[in-house]
């Protein structure tokens, strides 16, 4: 299958903005997702974006999608204690809504 | 909401046993799936299935079998658990249709083979 890949350790102090990148392989995906998966949790979607866009702000997320470069990246605005976690990207490879996940950006927010 | 459950939490299994992970969703969802995680690999797919008694293998599905005789329930089987099977195992469902339809995950189990 096709390789979604993150760094896979990120520090920020709170009230900091923290940047969280992906690169993907598979040109074709349609949706390009963000997931957060708290200690001891399943994943949760904190948001998405369809392929002919290049930007996506929701509250204190914005997501930027670079198709040309297969980039994809998760901006956190003042970001919190409560914003550690591993984030997750993802791209939506078609058929079955089959999903190939990154290795996962742990968040690790200093107070 | 939606909700994905798993039967357990944690398990601890011995090598040779067989084991069984449950999963339930109670959203009438098509399609569900088996993941697991481990640490600097992210999620890998094991199984996925579409419909009742369906199935399609993922990437990485020896040492695995699935079922789904049900539309809720897509269970999870180790024939011969191996110190290598060791993780955590998470279930997801989504909806068919529309793309953007996210997955929903269940909470984990955390699986350790000894």
């Known amino acids: 299958g096709e390789d979604v890949e993150q760094s896979l350790f990120l520090s920020v102090r709170e009230g900091d903005s923290s940047v969280i990148n992906c690169t993907y392989t598979?040109?074709?995906?349609?949706?390009l997702y963000w997931y957060k998966q708290e200690p001891g949790a399943g994943l949760q979607l904190l948001t998405y974006i369809f392929s002919n866009m290049d930007m996506k702000q929701d509250q204190r997320l914005t997501v930027l999608l670079n198709k040309k470069d297969k980039h994809l990246s998760l901006r956190i605005a003042d970001t919190q204690t409560g914003d550690s976690a591993i984030y997750f990207c993802?791209?939506?490879?078609?058929?079955?809504?089959?999903?190939?996940f990154g290795t996962g950006t742990k968040l690790q927010v200093i107070p | 909401d939606v909700k994905v459950t798993q039967s357990s939490r944690y398990l601890v299994k011995r090598t040779g046993e067989k084991v069984f992970l449950e999963c339930v969703q109670d959203m009438d969802h098509e399609n569900m799936f088996w993941y697991r995680q481990d640490p600097g690999l992210g999620l890998r797919l094991i199984y996925f299935s579409y419909d009742v008694k369906m199935k399609e293998k993922g990437d990485i599905p020896e040492g695995y079998s699935v079922s789904r005789e049900k539309k809720e329930r897509f269970s999870l089987i180790l024939e011969s658990a191996s110190t290598n099977q060791t993780s955590m195992y998470l279930c997801?469902?989504?909806?068919?249709?529309?793309?953007?339809?996210?997955?929903?995950f269940g909470p984990g189990t955390r699986l350790l083979v000894l």
């Open positions: 993802a791209e939506n490879q078609g058929g079955y809504q089959k999903v190939t």
């Open positions: 997801a469902s989504s909806p068919t249709g529309q793309s953007q339809e996210t997955q929903y």
């Open positions: 598979d040109s074709s995906s349609t949706y």
